[in-house]
């Protein structure tokens, strides 16, 4: 029976480890039911800006204080899991600080550490992150669109992050007392954050310390497991989907919008005198499925769109910078990625029950997003420019407005309007295009 | 207008062409406020000697209103027919007071067979002032206090932040910033076809957010680089009856005042 704890632990890993990947492989699945977009040209600027983005959290520290302490956790974060390294080896192999051994004496304190550092720095961030977040009453933290579970959920992740590094910190110190009190060899690691916080541990028996040292150990490991597969049903989700989220950015300037090829094809067609409107499709054409213009549902939307829906994290920056809604009309930039995500989701818990897609009488468009928070868009691209990990609600904003447009021409009569002007007057306003050059006689 | 507005036909007419194509957009030609901008522009122009030409009847409107209202099919009507018509002659370069014409020809032309050297009236001026032939005396502006209002079209959408600054620099007179500027600035109110509508209902206008920001910091002169953006602040500075001290004025007619034209 000595096995019994490397095997109750492998039997954890591997369940930990494939449920997520179960997870994963419906996000995965998900994405892949949008209409598929070309991205992967200019590759050497995409990992360039990935690595400033994403791996550099260049764009955080725009709001310094948000940035530093996000910094904090992220750093924190990456590095303390090296130490999940050791506790995997550890477990499966029973050994007892394992990297101790590969690293040497002086190199394992360093990092030790380190990793102690980064851990109380974890600490001070998800608190005081907290204390922002419930207490301080930042707006965008505070909106009314975050009641409920996005809400629970933020709190729910400075918890768990807060739990396990008590958890870190109380392995430490029971184990620091442990082995410089009963054992026979040096003390693997210094650890000097864990010494203070926890120095009450010094009069505790030897079982007694085993006992919290071999909690904790457990505690963390099961508590990243958890964390791990809570990832998918969270906000939290951002911590990956961040990496492929700005790897496949737009990275045109914010000015450039899309041209619809399918438009351009019929236009050209339009203009050219010698085209023959009853001419037969030509072979290649035929097996083309006849394309909606713009995005009524999740279908429409192209990966990228999807994919940044899941990666949104929900922080609110793009809506603190919307004009629209800072002039309190009901747009929310935030609230069209997390919109975009639940209809997603809705859809794929559809697919899971039915094999595939059945038709459930819902869109995106109207039972999700409305009109109205669609028309209020000024096309500014404050929310692009705002957002950590390079989003793009607005090219959702505008895919919707080319259906309400072009598939049901639903547009406010004053953009029917000012369509109409333009196709018959070539201006916005009843001009008339002769008159145009009337300035220059004044 | 006491000079001759001279058409690309006329040029063609002449088998000339000019140095450059001054892209006057609906605003500029049927507005009676952006006309101002529009003579302001050419009478510049005029003064340095720059051979400059219009579509005159011959231009339509480049698209963006009915793009970005979702109108993928009117923008591109008018994109190809434009693009026919600058192709046919020949036209290289484009000089535009509007940022929304500017952004349009400049980014969404090129994949519809319309590749143009496209500029900002703002990004032109500084050109021919680092050639030396725009030379602007200072004193008209002397510590007067001006802000510049971004246009979203202009700096976030095309990056371009620096160009409008420093022709404001040049008339001397003291550029206080917003603190929503540049990368950061607030909108009109007026992009994404939102100029042709009533807004949706909010608390305030977007306009009247803008300006009362730009009003806060008490200046004789809020400067603008868009037709657009020059009428929802006018509106907005009517908003908080300040019209009578506060003037919206587009760039280049500081420079055509400053000059004396």
Redesign the interface.
């Known amino acids: 029976m000595q096995y019994l704890d490397n095997i109750i632990f492998l039997i954890l890993l591997v369940a930990g480890f494939g449920l997520f990947g179960k997870s994963l492989s419906k996000i995965y699945r998900n994405i892949r039911l949008g209409r598929e977009i070309n991205r992967s040209d200019r590759k050497p600027e995409r990992w360039e800006t990935m690595t400033r983005v994403a791996l550099g959290q260049s764009r955080m520290v725009k709001r310094p204080i948000a940035g530093i302490l996000h910094l904090f956790v992220y750093v924190g974060f990456v590095i303390i899991n090296i130490e999940l390294i050791e506790i995997v080896v550890d477990g499966i192999f029973g050994t007892h600080r394992f990297l101790a051994t590969i690293f040497g004496h002086t190199f394992y304190n360093i990092f030790t550490v380190t990793l102690e550092v980064l851990a109380i720095l974890v600490v001070i961030g998800v608190v005081l992150f907290f204390i922002r977040r419930n207490f301080y009453g930042v707006k965008r933290l505070t909106m009314k669109e975050l009641f409920g579970w996005p809400k629970n959920d933020a709190n729910w992740i400075l918890i768990i992050e807060f739990a396990l590094m008590v958890a870190f910190f109380s392995m430490n110190a029971a184990d620091h007392q442990l082995q410089g009190a009963y054992a026979a060899h040096p003390i693997p690691g210094s650890f000097p954050i864990s010494g203070i916080l926890l120095g009450w541990f010094s009069g505790f028996s030897e079982p007694t310390l085993h006992l919290i040292e071999r909690t904790a150990w457990w505690f963390h490991f099961i508590g990243i497991l958890f964390f791990m597969n809570y990832l998918y049903y969270s906000k939290h989700l951002h911590i990956i989907l961040a990496f492929p989220s700005t790897w496949y950015a737009n990275l ?6 899309n ?2 090829d399918s ?2 094809k ?3 067609l ?2 050219d005198p010698n085209a023959d409107p009853y001419a037969a499709p030509a072979e290649g054409d035929i097996a083309e499925a006849p394309s909606k ?2 995005a009524e549902d999740v279908f429409d939307l192209n990966q990228v769109q999807l994919l940044n829906a899941y990666s949104c994290t929900e922080c609110g920056r793009c809506t603190s ?1 919307c ?2 809604n ?6 929310s930039p935030r609230l069209i990625l997390m919109k975009t995500r639940d209809r997603l989701e809705e859809v794929g818990r559809n697919i899971d029950k039915n094999g595939k897609f059945e038709d459930d009488g819902k869109k995106l468009l109207n039972d999700y997003i409305t009109k ?1 928070e669609l ?8 929310c692009t ?1 705002a957002c950590p990990v390079l989003l793009d609600p607005l090219s959702i904003i ?1 895919d919707m ?6 598939e049901q021409s639903a ?2 009569q ?2 029917n ?3 109409t002007n ?2 018959n007057n ?4 009843q ?1 008339n ?10 | 207008m006491d000079f001759t507005i001279k058409t690309m036909a006329e040029y063609a007419a002449e088998g000339k062409s000019p140095e450059v194509l001054f892209w006057v957009g609906c605003a500029g030609s049927f507005d009676d406020r952006a006309k101002k901008i529009t003579k302001a522009f050419c009478k510049i122009l005029n003064k340095i000697g720059v051979d400059f030409a219009v579509l005159g009847q011959e231009e339509s409107c480049t698209g963006d209103p009915a793009k970005r209202a979702g109108n993928e099919f009117v923008f591109q009507m008018m994109a190809l027919t434009n693009i026919e018509v600058l192709n046919a002659y020949e036209v290289k370069k484009i000089v535009t007071a509007c940022p929304h014409c500017f952004n349009t020809i400049k980014n969404e032309y090129p994949s519809l067979g319309g590749n143009f050297e496209v500029i900002h009236h703002t990004q032109f001026l500084k050109q021919l002032m680092n050639e030396g032939r725009l030379k602007i005396e200072g004193g008209a502006f002397k510590g007067k206090k001006i802000t510049f209002h971004d246009p979203c079209y202009l700096g976030r959408a095309n990056g371009e932040y620096e160009a409008p600054r420093m022709l404001l620099e040049k008339l001397d007179a003291e550029l206080v910033e917003m603190k929503r500027c540049k990368t950061n600035g607030l909108c009109c109110g007026a992009g994404g076809a939102q100029m042709f509508k009533e807004p949706e209902k909010g608390n305030k206008d977007i306009n009247v957010e803008r300006t009362e920001e730009a009003l806060s910091f008490e200046p004789k002169i809020i400067a603008t680089g868009c037709p657009f953006c020059n009428t929802m602040l006018t509106d907005g500075v009517k908003h908080f009856n300040k019209n009578n001290e506060v003037e919206v004025k587009d760039i280049v007619e500081l420079l055509a005042e400053a000059e004396d034209l």
């Open positions: 045109d300037l914010y000015g450039k919008f041209n619809l438009v351009t019929e236009i050209k339009m203009m213009f713009g910078v004009p629209a800072i002039t309190g009309k009901i747009l109205e028309w209020a868009c000024t096309t500014c691209n404050a420019e505008f407005r080319r259906f309400l447009v072009m547009a406010p004053e953009l309007l000012m369509m333009v196709e070539a201006a916005p306003w001009y295009q002769a008159d145009r050059l009337n300035w220059a006689k004044d």
